[in-house]
């Protein structure tokens, strides 16, 4: 192996490290990027649980329950206990918030980039 080819393998080793990096950096901005529901109970946060992902939370409380529906990038109030079901009415999200306020239950949708709050609010 002369000195030619030595510089060549280095240069590649290099830019295919640089790309793993990039790549990473990528999936790690995706990761952080996009939107949070926030779960509060009163004071409490209850939990956060990302947007792109399905998932059913069920809340229990000692004012009652309230099952959290995270579905295709938007949030809705499957059922809950509550005597108005005002959350349950207010359907489906993908902005802003749900209130239940007998179980002083808030389901906020925060976004980590103010300009697609922008062009949806
Ligand atoms: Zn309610």
Do not use: W
């Amino acid at each position: 192996m002369n000195k030619r080819d030595f510089i060549a393998i280095g240069i590649v080793i290099i830019l295919s490290a640089l790309g793993f990096i990039f790549l990473n950096f990528n999936l790690k901005n995706d990761a952080q990027g996009g939107e949070t529901v926030k779960i509060s109970v009163g004071a409490d946060i209850y939990g956060t649980y990302p947007l792109n992902e399905n998932d059913e939370i069920k809340i229990n409380t000692k004012n009652g329950f309230n099952t959290v529906v995270i579905e295709n990038g938007s949030v809705f109030v499957k059922d809950a206990d509550c005597r108005d079901r005002y959350c349950v009415r207010q359907g489906k999200i993908r902005n802003g918030s749900i209130i239940c306020l007998p179980h002083r239950l808030v389901i906020e949708i925060e976004s980590n980039d103010k300009s697609i709050d922008a062009v949806a609010g």
